[in-house]
């Protein structure tokens, strides 16, 4: 049975767009937060506001990319106990304007996977062992339109996405049966920062609002059972406009 307000969650990308928005919304309904990003400053911004609502909150300020994932398992450790609620959020693009493959960097490639991929997996693996042993407990990967469509210049943040829609299958696979489930979820288009940064021509008016967005995925939390991979704009509890 599976429970629609987690006790604990972290959320990585906590600090703006729909990390920010996912963090709020889960504290605004009782859960404990750890929010994860690469700058302290904006977590900060992000946890004040969820403190001065009545809201938990804890900051750690990490790159996901950079490795050393158990460092931020004894932090979530000591700061909330075992987890409830694992949400890989955060993301990188790679090199803006993004460029086609002929002339994509390894370096950039390599970057944008350690990202994408390696870092959640990393992340994944640290703290799966108290999840296991709580017998209990949802992780969350959000992917893109791009791990399934090949659009030029997103070869590089599509294939990561695809990759890491891959492991979220296996991990569920490997977890049915033990009280634990994982799924990817695609979230559509957004109006954020990232967005803008990958198609700065695009209308915002066009795009779905983050919160909305958060509202979908975390309606999600209360499904008994379903697929691995999901679509925002395919969900019955929570279609967004756009």
Same mark, same amino acid.
């Given at each position: ?27 605004? @309904? ?8 690469? *700058? ?10 969820? @403190? ?5 909150? *804890?900051?750690?300020?990490? =790159?996901?990319?950079?490795? =050393?994932?158990?460092? !931020? ?10 987890? /409830? %609620?694992?949400? *890989?959020?955060?993301?990188? %693009? ?16 390599? @970057?944008?996977?350690? +990202? ?6 990393? %992340?994944?693996?640290? %703290? ?10 949802? !992780?969350?990967?959000?992917?893109? /339109? ?14 990561s996405k695809a990759a890491l829609d891959q492991l979220t299958? +296996? ?14 979820? /695609?979230?559509g288009e957004m109006d954020t920062r990232m967005h803008a ?31 691995? @991979?999901?679509?925002? /704009? ?9």
């Amino acid at each position: 049975m599976t429970n629609s307000t987690p006790r604990t969650a972290l959320v990585t990308g906590a600090s703006r767009g729909l990390g920010r928005a996912l963090a709020e919304q889960l504290a605004a @309904r009782g859960t404990e937060v750890v929010l994860l990003a690469r *700058h302290a400053n904006p977590l900060e911004e992000v946890a004040a506001g969820i @403190r001065s609502r009545g809201g938990r909150a *804890h900051v750690i300020a990490h =790159d996901v990319g950079a490795g =050393d994932a158990s460092a !931020i398992a004894a932090r979530v450790a000591a700061l909330v106990g075992p987890l /409830d %609620l694992l949400i *890989h959020n955060a993301s990188t %693009l790679g090199p803006l304007p993004m460029p086609e493959l002929g002339e994509l960097r390894d370096e950039a490639l390599v @970057r944008v996977f350690e +990202v994408n991929v390696l870092g959640p997996q990393r %992340l994944t693996r640290a %703290l799966l062992g108290p999840m296991r042993r709580e017998g209990r407990g949802t !992780i969350i990967t959000l992917s893109s /339109d791009a791990a399934t469509q090949a659009y030029p210049g997103w070869g590089a943040y599509g294939a990561s996405k695809a990759a890491l829609d891959q492991l979220t299958a +296996v991990l569920a696979a490997e977890l049915e049966g033990s009280g634990l489930r994982a799924f990817a979820i /695609d979230p559509g288009e957004m109006d954020t920062r990232m967005h803008a940064d990958a198609l700065p021509e695009a209308d915002p008016s066009s795009l779905a609002r983050p919160e909305a967005v958060a509202a979908s995925v975390l309606a999600q939390l209360a499904a008994e059972a379903g697929p691995t @991979r999901l679509r925002v /704009d395919a969900l019955p509890a929570g279609r967004v406009s756009r």
